[in-house]
């Protein structure tokens, strides 16, 4: 972590603070300047526009009197401890880290109590004076509700989810976590936690960077290292479980904590979930992963090298991999099937009526006399998630792994669609790639390599970077690589 220095951290509070004072001034002067402007349409879209500007003018403000001490703050512990930067952050100078649940349920009630507050001001204005008959595109505002209604739900549930479990905390063995060495300690939870099949513990090496300006900007997260351990759920504690170990073997050659400037950085992120009656539980911890004194080149964090006690709580068996099924081949070998639906069932459902939402939209817009071109950019994207949606649900993927070959073929509702013959020969290595991340995990397939700098990306969805290696090894096995 870079340390300002005072002149730095002065100039850039005042430049901030006449920064927010513009977006500010801006936003006030919006509301006089369109206060007679009408009501309705004409009215809601600058009140938004004024409103979004005002708040975001008082909160740079307040960001930039709230640097100034902090920087000082920050400047007297770096002289205080120049090699170990883990010491500027408060919550890991304790070695005491609580899970980031309650900033987000602070930041998601601020969205929603904005949004809804705009939204019932839209709404109310066309309702009094008739704008829902007179003007097509009030038929858009009802867009306006729905997002809410959405960001309502959210709000609910992370805050049911905070009643529920409280604040978990990270107590940490040693301070830091070390590269070539291992994070260790016990998560604690305010309460007993009861789930149905145990616990999911990871450990994931995180880089997050943003490319291109203004409304180009795009923020892009990959996930270097990842590591998944089960948790039993324990028998002779009835009443649910409130500390969790945590032991990790970290291979030397990862990225270390590391904020490189304000649009890149690296970080480390510990994440403890599990499925409960009701609300199902989860924390998550920025922790400090640092090369030290302690630091050995020569641990490389693979599953063969692992003590076996971390090993075992990996669940390195192929039949865990979810959505995965193992059956004799008749011609021999093994056929793996993997069910597209798998840990995706709800998502699915949701883009199928997302779909038809888009359909539907698209016939209003459409036969509405609004946009021709309109309605057909929203009936290609409502087909195309239907399409996306309908393969999650009934489609399949099969791996046959033969003596001399192996045979992927894609299903749809029982029916091939495509297949393809790799000959043993062929085949030079299998890699394992990331495809996506979700809230809980980050999911990943299998690339084979073949002569002639050939490559297949195989149509699956793993989730869990140990159950990859865990399945290309399997194949590698039996295709004697």
């Given at each position: ?6 002149a730095a951290s002065v100039f850039t509070a005042l430049f901030l603070i006449i920064f927010g004072c513009v977006f500010t001034g801006v936003g006030v002067m919006m509301f006089f300047m369109f206060e007679d402007t009408g009501s309705g349409i004409a009215e809601a879209i600058p009140t938004f526009i004024a409103t979004v500007f005002t708040l975001a003018g008082l909160g740079i403000i307040g960001g ?157 997260r990959e996930t270097l290292w990842e590591r998944e351990q089960r948790l039993p759920k324990t028998l002779d504690q009835t009443d649910g479980q409130r500390a969790f170990p945590v032991l990790f073997t970290i291979p030397y050659s990862c990225h270390p904590t590391h904020k490189v400037s304000y649009n890149k950085e690296y970080y480390w992120e510990l994440v403890l979930s599990g499925k409960a009656p ?204």
């Open positions: 972590m870079s340390v300002p220095s005072k930039a009197f709230y640097s100034i001490p902090h920087a000082a703050a920050l400047r007297e512990r770096a002289a205080r401890y120049p090699d170990q930067p883990w010491m500027l952050n408060n919550a890991w100078a304790t070695g005491r880290i609580r899970d980031g649940n309650t900033v987000t349920l602070i930041i998601m009630a601020i969205i929603t109590v904005v949004w809804c507050g705009i939204t019932a001001k839209v709404l109310i204005s066309m309702l009094i004076d008739g704008d829902f008959a007179q003007e097509k595109f009030s038929l858009f505002a009802l867009v306006l509700p729905a997002i809410g209604l959405a960001l309502i739900g959210t709000t609910l549930y992370l805050f049911l989810r905070y009643r529920k479990y409280g604040v978990s905390v990270f107590e940490m063995a040693d301070m830091p976590g070390v590269l070539g060495g291992s994070l260790g300690g016990v998560i604690l939870t305010r309460t007993p936690v009861r789930t149905t099949d145990g616990f999911r513990l990871m450990l994931r090496n995180v880089h997050l960077w943003s490319t291109g300006t203004g409304k180009n900007r795009k923020t892009h009701g609300i199902n539980y989860k924390a998550t911890f920025r922790v400090p992963v640092f090369k030290t004194e302690h630091s050995s080149p020569t641990v490389t964090g693979e599953l063969e090298s692992l003590p076996e006690d971390e090993r075992t709580s990996l669940g390195t068996d192929i039949l865990t991999i979810p959505g995965l099924s193992v059956r004799k081949s008749l011609f021999g070998g093994e056929e793996l099937s993997f069910s597209s639906t798998a840990g995706r069932k709800v998502g699915a459902v949701f883009t199928l009526l997302a779909s038809l939402g888009l359909l539907g939209a698209a016939f209003i817009v459409g036969l509405g006399g609004l946009s021709v071109f309109m309605g057909l950019v929203l009936a290609a994207m409502g087909v195309y998630a239907g399409w996306r949606a309908l393969g999650s649900l009934f489609g399949s993927t099969l791996i046959g792994i033969h003596p001399d070959r192996l045979e992927v073929t894609r299903k749809f509702i029982g029916l091939t669609t495509s297949n393809r013959v790799v000959l043993g020969k062929e085949l030079q290595n299998i890699q394992v790639i990331s495809t996506r991340a979700s809230n809980e995990s980050n999911h990943y397939t299998l690339r084979l390599d073949l002569d002639g700098d050939e490559r297949i990306r195989l149509p699956l969805r793993i989730s869990g970077q140990v159950n990859a290696e865990v399945l290309a090894a399997h194949i590698r096995k039996l295709a004697d690589m």
